[in-house]
């Protein structure tokens, strides 16, 4: 009986996974065919990329020479800006959480009140303060407007509130300052929100695409995806290599997730056990 | 959000008068530098921009090009951020829609004041005016795609239908799109009218002749008997399934994917369209046959053109617009067009012979002879009207309410119709 249970659910999982997975996995299979058509998935010989081939990804490469290039600039990018707005977003947002001030549940309602701004109207104040700084076309200008993220200070004071003032006390008696304080007892209890902002903040860092085209003018320093819109011009892109170039885009992606899985999961039920 | 976009341009273009003091990149040995813009044409055109760039400076020593290529959903933020923060580019790639939006606030230059009446005769009188706005064009039309019906004749003759010849108008279309659907169960046509795209309505209205906005652009006309029987037309085919749902859902967009998996019948689209099925759906390309528009009473066909537009925080404006005309020359349109299945928007080069023979590929020649001699037909029918989006709205609640029959199409239209004379009324076209 257990055992028809099991696997009566494992095949509704495998099916809904298969479900939900579905146009992913098209992808990769479009990115792998050879020839036929694309868009045909009435029957399964349609569907299955075979002959498979890496002609696509070489087909990438030889319409985008600059892949390389793009990807180290995209990694940069991640680097500095998930780095910088994790240290931020988890200093700013402890003494929202922990500290007692005037003004306190002010300045935290005016922050989240710029969530409501149209990203437009950021877009062209940036634009105005960058080139004011004299950072126009630099790596730097691209992760700068974003290193304080809203979004990550109130997902790191969620983090902080739930933790046990006694933890706190006891530190604040073995004589902790305020920073040892966040260093050794506050960053490690919440590591699994800073898994997750990171890899929230990682994959927007990845896929942007709109503000570095404004923001830069010479195609050696855009990010990778938008070097990879160039696979897709105005009159004809190849889908195949769309695919292709797609495919190459999200392995980082995925490699960073499955690091940071065990955490993330941990993430999301955050504040549900403690 | 486009009107919070739109706002923001009326705001920028402000700035951009304040902030235009601020550090434009000039070039050491005092030339002139100019930064043209163009839409999506890196990687595969990059030896054709540049050997006109080589040529340019050839003919012009002491003018330096910059030349930077973006995707076109990044256009406006990036010009509109470009002009505010004091760096515009001085040529720009545009089509009439952008074009007219820029020109309704004031930031782009007159064309037909900036060029002289012997370079403005070159164009086609009914491209020249794509961008016009108060009377004045804004922008110089450059490469031109006119409409056509392509079918897919191995459907068409599982059908029972004469693969070589396509239909011939909007009653043929019906026609044929029952036979297909009855014969070989696939759709035969899905026209694009899906909410989203409410300008394909008006557009396909004018092209009934159909008038929808009075002369004084006060007063919206498209609920008249016309209009709503135009529209009662669609509900009738998409009531008896002759054309699919989705094309209240997915659009031009899932039409062109339906016609590429080869479960489409007829596809009303550019010819340029033609490189993409050919790339992706090799079967589907060779059976794909050519046929005119169906032209309605106004005898027009709506055309998709895109232009060089100089804007008005450029430095150079004289240089600028000298080199927008170079770019859209004869020469260097034939050029260009020899390359893509597109059409030139000069009379010189439209009337080359090359149009008419063909460069051996059988279907990209055929449509472009066929839409080659549909060129002086070829209309931008877009309305330039501010408070677009609101006006959309209205539009699209129209479509939707008469499409799944929540009302008549005459109340719906009656509604939209309403809506439209007091958005009209409340800003001054």
């Known amino acids: ?79 500095w800006g998930v780095f910088l707005e994790l240290l931020i977003a988890s200093l700013a947002a402890y003494p929202l959480a922990r500290l007692e001030f005037p003004g306190r549940n ?49 997902l790191m004071r969620q983090a902080y509130i739930v933790i046990p003032r006694e933890l706190e006390d006891a530190a604040r008696i073995d004589g902790c300052g305020e920073l040892g304080i966040w260093y050794r007892i506050m960053l490690p209890l919440t590591r699994p929100s800073m898994a997750t902002l990171a890899i929230f903040s990682f994959v927007s860092y990845w896929n942007t695409f709109m503000w570095p085209l404004v923001i830069l003018k010479h195609e050696a320093k855009y990010p990778l995806a938008v070097g990879l819109s160039y696979l897709s011009n105005m009159f004809a892109s190849n889908f195949r290599a769309v695919a292709a170039g797609s495919v190459l885009s999200m392995v980082p992606i995925i490699i960073v997730f499955v690091i940071m899985q065990r955490h993330f999961i941990k993430g999301i039920m955050a504040g549900s056990i403690k | 959000m486009e009107k919070v976009l ?120 009914n491209l020249w005016n794509a961008a016009s706005f108060e009377g004045s064009n804004y922008a110089i039309p450059w490469y031109v795609t006119t409409q056509v019906v392509m079918y897919n004749s191995n459907l068409f003759s599982a059908a029972g239908l004469d693969a070589d010849k396509g239909p011939k108008s909007w009653d043929d279309i019906e026609k044929d799109a029952v036979i297909i659907k009855q014969k070989t169960g696939v759709y035969g046509f899905m026209p694009a009218i899906d909410p989203a795209n409410f300008g394909k309505l008006l557009d396909d209205w004018q092209c009934q002749g159909i008038p929808v906005l009075s002369k004084d652009r006060k007063q919206a006309l498209f609920n008249s008997p016309a209009a709503a029987a135009r529209l009662q037309w669609y509900v009738d085919l998409y009531k008896n399934d002759i054309i699919p749902r989705e094309t209240m859902t997915s659009g031009y967009q899932g039409a062109v994917e339906m016609y590429q998996r080869g479960n489409l019948g007829m596809l009303v689209s550019g010819p340029q369209f033609l490189l993409k099925i050919k790339l992706n759906a090799p079967d589907v390309y060779n059976a794909t046959r050519v046929a005119p528009y169906p032209r309605g009473k106004a005898g027009i066909v709506p055309a998709a053109i895109m232009n060089f537009a100089v804007p008005r925080a450029s430095r150079h404006k004289e240089e600028a617009v000298k080199l927008a005309l170079f770019l859209t020359n004869d020469e260097n349109q034939l050029q260009f067009c020899k390359r893509l299945p597109l059409l030139p928007s000069t009379k010189k080069a439209a009337a080359d012979p090359f149009f008419i ?33 609101d006006l959309g709205k209205a539009l699209k609640d129209a479509i939707e309410n008469s499409m799944y029959q929540r009302k008549t199409v005459q109340a719906a239209l009656d509604e939209a119709a309403e809506k439209w004379d007091e958005i009209l009324a409340s800003g001054d076209q």
């Open chain 1, 1 to 79: 009986m257990k055992t028809v249970k099991r696997i009566l659910s494992y095949t509704g999982l495998i099916f809904l996974a298969l479900f939900l997975t579905g146009p992913f996995i098209w992808m990769i299979f479009v990115a792998f065919k050879s020839s036929g058509n694309v868009f045909k998935i009435a029957d399964l010989k349609d569907f299955l990329p075979f002959p498979a081939t890496f002609s696509n990804f070489i087909q990438v490469m030889k319409d985008v020479p600059l892949i390389p290039q793009f990807l180290l600039n995209t990694i940069w990018i991640c680097f």
């Open chain 1, 106 to 154: 002010f300045i935290f309602a005016a922050m989240l009140a710029t969530l409501m701004l149209p990203a437009q109207a950021n877009m062209i104040v940036n634009f105005i303060t960058i080139r004011k700084l004299g950072l126009f076309d630099t790596y730097l200008s691209i992760f700068l407007p974003s290193l304080v993220s809203v979004f990550g200070i109130f």
């Open chain 2, 6 to 125: 739109k706002l923001f341009i009326a705001l920028l273009i402000s700035t951009a008068f304040i902030l235009s003091g601020c550090g434009q990149s000039s070039a050491p040995s005092g030339k002139i530098k100019l930064e043209f813009w163009t839409i999506s044409l890196k990687p595969e055109h990059t030896d054709y921009i540049e050997s006109l760039m080589a040529k340019y400076q050839k003919e012009n020593p002491d003018i330096e090009l910059e030349w930077i290529d973006i995707p076109i959903n990044v256009m406006m933020q990036k010009l509109m951020a470009s002009i505010a923060g004091g760096v515009s580019p001085d040529v720009v790639n545009l089509n009439p829609e952008y074009a007219l939006l820029l020109a309704q606030n004031n930031a782009l230059v007159n064309m037909d004041e900036a060029v002289p009446a012997k370079d403005r005769e070159k164009y086609l009188d």
């Open chain 2, 357 to 389: 023979e063909g460069k051996g590929d059988p279907v990209q020649d055929e449509a472009i002879r066929i839409s080659i001699m549909q060129l002086k037909h070829a209309r931008n029918l877009s309305l330039g009207l501010k408070n677009w989006v």
